[in-house]
């Protein structure tokens, strides 16, 4: 990121520099992660549950599903949540969705298989994989912006 690009959340981020400092940033950057991927798994919940319904695999329902979501979740979180000042670079958004297509084959091979191998309904299944992709997708999400939480000290209060 060149200077022109500073995002105003990574430089709150290197500022934290104690661990208060620190959680503070962390809760901030988290929850709105957690508001912006919560209506993109809502989004992403009703064309599943759509899909599942109207016959459709399981893991393809869940794919279709994730991608829609997962692209709302990126335009909206890249700028609103992590504040990335710099224009639109092809590079990230082509990482992000290599990413994606991974992850989302992933989730939807587990939600399948937990859906199977525990005889439940396929939307409680995603239920079950959902608190690991959205973490492993805001991890991602800090890295592709090039946020990282700065320096804690012990001691440095």
Avoid at 67 to 89: C, D, E, I, W
Avoid at 117 to 130: E, F, N, R
Wanted: hydrophobic content about 55%.
């Amino acid at each position: 990121m060149s200077p022109s690009e500073t995002c105003p959340l990574e430089a709150s981020a290197q500022a934290a520099t104690t661990p208060v400092a620190w959680l503070s940033w962390f809760a901030r950057a988290i929850t709105g992660f957690g508001i912006v991927s919560g209506i993109g798994w809502l989004l992403d919940f009703a064309i599943f549950a759509s899909l599942s319904q109207a016959g459709l695999r399981l893991a393809l329902a869940n794919f279709i599903g994730a991608a829609v979501a997962v692209t709302f979740v990126y335009f909206a979180s890249v700028r609103h949540v992590f504040r990335y000042a710099g224009g639109f670079l092809y590079l990230k958004f082509a990482l992000y969705v290599g990413y994606q297509v991974l992850a989302i084959t992933a989730a939807s091979i587990a939600v399948e298989g937990i859906a199977r191998a525990w005889g439940m309904p396929g939307i409680w299944a995603k239920v079950i994989v959902t608190p690991l992709t959205f973490g492993a997708n805001f991890l991602f999400m800090l890295l592709l912006v090039g946020q990282r939480p700065g320096r804690v000290e012990v001691g440095d209060e």
